[in-house]
C-alpha cells in the first residue's frame, strides 16, 4: 500500500522521498515543492502539480498517495452549517462540522472515531471508543472543508475556514500525538496557515496532559466544564471521578501562557434541574476566581433518546446575568445545526445505531437526586 504523504511531518516527508530514490540533496527542495502544492494549494493528486517534471510525478504517482477521508454524505442545515460524514475504512467514519457566522467560520474537528468518556448529554458518548483518528484523518477533515467551500489557496484572503476547534468527536488530549501532528500542520504559516490563536483544543478534563498541551502545542484550550461540584460532575462527565474540579481547576490556573490575552473558555451546557440553579451560577463564579477565561453557555442540543432536557430560556439569561456581573464574559452560544444533529454534543457515526434510553433515563433521576442533595442546606 502506497504511503500517504497528507499528515506527514516535513522531516517525514523528507524521509519518505529518500526512500522512494530521490537524492538526499534534492529531498528538502522536492519536500518543500510537495508541501506547498499538498496544503497551500489542496493538491488532490500529482498530475496537478505542473511546475514539477513529469517523471518526477509519474515517480511521485508510483510510491505516495494524497489520500484525503472519503464523503459519505454532506448534509447542509437552514442556518448554512454544514455537516460532512466521512469514512476512511470499514467501520471507521466521524464527523466534521463547518458553522458559517459574519467574519468568520468556525470548523469543528474530531480527533476518535467514538469516545471513552461517556459524558451523559452527550450523543458521541453513546458510541463506544473504535480507535483514534491519524494526524492525516485530523488534517484531512480541514482539507475536504477547504475542498467544499472552495478555500484554496490556504494563504489567501478571505477564507471562509478562519478557526478550527478540537470539539468534534472524542477526547483530544487521549489521542495526544495525533492531535499535536496534525495541530501543528493546520499552523504551519507555510501550509494550512492558521493562527494558532485561531485554534483551540477542547478536553473534558485530563488533568495529566493540560500543561502539556500547552507547552507543546500551544492552542487556546477550552474546558467541558458543565458543572461545579463533584457530586454532579461524577455523574454527568465521569472524568471527573479521576480528575475531580479542584485539580482541574488548578491546571487551568498554571496552563501555560494564560492571561487576560488568552484566557481560557469553561463550557458550560445548560441542563434543566441539573446545573442550572442561579446557585450554581454563584459557585461558577467562585469556583473560576483568579483564572483568566469566558464561560460559554451552551443550551442543550437533544438527541434521540436524550437523557435531559435543554434549561428554560428565562433561566439561562438569569445564569447568565449572575456570571456577566462577576465580571466574566459569557455568551450564550446560539444552537447550530440542530435539524441536521451538528450542533454541540450531537454528534455521532450514522452506522451506530441508537442505544436504548432506559439507563439514559435512570441516570437522569440519580443525578436529579443528587442536585437536590447537594443544593439542601446541611
Given at each position: ?275 442550572d440553579s442561579l446557585a450554581d451560577a454563584r459557585e ?24 435531559y432536557e435543554c434549561s428554560d430560556w428565562e433561566q ?56 437536590e442533595l447537594a443544593r439542601m442546606p446541611s
Open positions: 500500500m502506497n504511503t500517504n504523504l497528507i499528515g506527514l511531518s516535513p522531516d517525514e516527508l523528507k524521509s519518505a522521498l529518500i526512500a522512494a530514490g530521490v537524492a538526499e540533496k534534492a529531498a528538502p527542495m522536492r519536500a518543500r515543492q510537495l508541501w506547498n502544492w499538498i496544503y497551500v494549494h489542496g493538491a488532490r493528486d500529482f498530475a496537478a502539480m505542473t511546475n514539477l517534471a513529469k517523471d518526477f510525478r509519474a515517480t511521485m504517482a508510483e510510491c505516495f498517495v494524497l489520500a484525503r477521508p472519503e464523503i459519505v454524505s454532506e448534509q447542509i442545515s437552514n442556518d448554512g452549517t454544514r455537516k460532512w460524514l466521512l469514512r476512511t475504512g470499514p467501520g471507521i467514519e466521524f464527523e466534521t462540522v463547518f458553522i458559517p457566522e459574519p467574519g468568520r467560520g468556525t470548523l469543528c474537528v474530531s480527533s476518535q472515531v467514538g469516545c471513552t468518556l461517556n459524558c451523559r448529554f452527550c450523543h458521541t458518548g453513546t458510541q463506544k471508543l473504535v480507535r483514534n483518528l491519524t494526524a492525516a484523518e485530523i488534517v484531512g477533515q480541514l482539507m475536504i472543508a477547504r475542498d467544499a467551500l472552495g478555500d484554496w489557496p490556504s494563504t489567501g484572503e478571505n477564507r471562509r475556514v478562519t478557526n478550527v476547534v478540537m470539539m468534534g468527536m472524542g477526547e483530544p488530549l487521549y489521542n495526544f500525538e495525533n492531535v499535536k501532528a496534525a495541530l501543528a500542520l493546520v499552523t504551519d504559516g507555510d501550509g494550512l496557515a492558521l493562527s494558532k490563536r485561531r485554534v483551540t483544543l477542547s478536553t473534558a478534563g485530563v488533568v495529566p496532559l493540560i500543561a502539556r498541551a500547552g507547552r507543546e502545542i500551544g492552542s487556546a484550550l477550552a474546558i467541558s466544564l458543565h458543572a461545579v461540584r463533584d457530586e454532579i460532575r461524577d455523574v454527568i462527565v465521569p472524568l471527573n471521578k479521576k480528575y475531580p474540579l479542584k485539580e482541574l481547576l488548578e491546571a487551568c490556573r498554571t496552563y501555560p501562557g494564560v492571561s487576560n490575552a488568552r484566557r481560557i473558555t469553561f463550557e458550560y451546557v445548560m441542563l434543566k434541574g441539573i446545573n461558577l463564579v467562585k469556583v473560576i476566581r483568579g483564572i483568566p477565561a469566558k464561560i460559554n453557555l451552551i443550551p442543550f442540543n437533544p438527541w434521540p433518546g436524550a437523557p439561562i439569561e438569569k445564569f447568565a446575568q449572575i456570571v456577566n456581573r462577576a465580571g466574566y464574559a459569557s455568551p450564550v452560544r446560539t444552537p447550530r445545526g440542530r435539524d441536521i444533529m451538528a450542533a454541540c454534543g450531537q454528534l455521532k457515526s450514522e452506522s451506530v445505531k441508537q442505544r436504548a434510553s432506559e439507563r439514559l433515563a435512570e441516570e437522569k433521576m440519580a443525578v436529579m437526586r443528587s442536585a
